[in-house]
């Protein structure tokens, strides 16, 4: 077995302070039940103001070993990949101070986490690009608990597949207690752009052309790149995977003790949908990007698939000794792009590891947890969304258009608002909601059967068909768009805007605004 580096894991507890009253026994009973529920109250209040959490990020380039033989100067925040995890607490004010010191705009989106318009971080939409040299400040208030993720929304295939991710996670007020509390950012990366950066980065497919931008001056040996589709194309050249910055064999264990109760964080940073498997152990799916499942049920022996873009939090009691290896591995490319994330107790370093031989089970979220009744009101305006393609599948469209000359969905504060998302191409879509969370209601024509599901993210395979829900509460001007960012370049983009709505930023003539 290959030797893998030892997880270092910061758990934070969050201890939440309990009320308490002195009755002095000369009060009246009423008198004491006042004085406990206006102190319980204030420390009610007092928890949710949080505090004020200020966090520097330079977006910046720098060498960086994915292990010993694949390196790449890769863009990253203050020097690391993916960015540095950024936790903060229910009811916290985030401050984050963003500086550009690449020769090239940015800008930062915090994917998933419902902000203000203005903080959305979408050039041209919501505000123009840090210029190189210039900082950018977001501020953000932390009422949401949930798993999130941070990335560039500036030429975002390129910017994103170049390292420009990091994890944002709101713990709750009451959070729960674990022995360890990890993430699990999975991505992958082409060793052929090691050979030649300068010529190609990770999201520079020009859409309209076959050479899918500049990939003529590769050195691609035997690969002929002239008669083959984008997504084809896409399955030749990604051949690694990384798992929180690292491919094997630098791929670090994580270390646990029998007893141990663990949360893992998966996140797919990625373009290809994966597929876990968790070996010799039960676990419950408790969050889908970010959100609670209601009475989640223990699952043995199932794989769970992952698009990109989205989170799913899993909850384990360890109870098994062993060395274990998570297995995951691109859906529609396993050959190339697999890889196994060592689970490791103590006294079984060095072990070989033991993973699953092949899924024979999925993980259904239609029917997983306990149903609930939905209180989001009655449904004010209805949408269709149809993701297709004129050419193939080397360009994308919503309703037959494309962006910049996209689909734009009119809504009013308050409506509700359902969406049926069709995909009729030959991929996989993974539909991402700016702004505002929302419902799945039905999949292909059959409503949800388990926990309401609540999601920023839904992946819609080649035929499938979703019902949406989502309340508009936000107002701005939001983006919604698929998250294989190469689709999304290649004009796979919708518009929510508000009516009456206008937007606080004007775009400059002088700088070059690409949100996609």
Known sequence: MNRFFIISTVILALAVAGCSTDKDSLQSNQDSDQGENSQEDQSNEDKNKGEEKVINLEVQETHWMFNDNIMRDAWTYNGTLPGEEIRVQEGDTVILNVKNALDVPTALHLHGFPVPNEMDGVPGVTQNAIMPGEEFTYEYQANIPGTYWYHSHQDSATQVGNGLYGVFIVEPTDQESYDLD???VIDEISSMEMMNM??????????????????????????NTDDISHNELMNKMYDT??????????????QVEEGNRVKLRFLNAGLFTQVVSIPGHSFKITHYDGQPVNEPDILNDTAFRIAPAERFEVEMQMDNPGAWGIQVFAEENQDKLNVLIPIIYHGFEGEELYTVDEASVFFDFTAYGESQALTIGDVTKEFDMILGTNDGGE??????????????YEVEEGDVVKYTIVNETEVDHPMHLHGEFFYVISKDGIPIQGSPVLKDTINVKPGEAYEILVAATNPGNWLFHCHELHHAGGGMVAEIQYKGFTPLFTPESEVSNQPE
């Open 182 to 184: 990890e993430t699990l």
């Open 198 to 223: 300068s010529e190609m980065g990770h999201g520079e497919m020009d859409m309209d052309d076959i050479d899918h931008g500049n990939m003529d001056d590769m050195d691609h040996g035997e690969m």
């Open 241 to 254: 995977m990384i798992i929180n910055g690292k491919a094997s064999p630098q791929i670090e264990f994580i």
């Open 395 to 408: 360009t994308f469209t919503i309703n037959d258009k494309q962006f910049p000359n996209h689909e734009i």
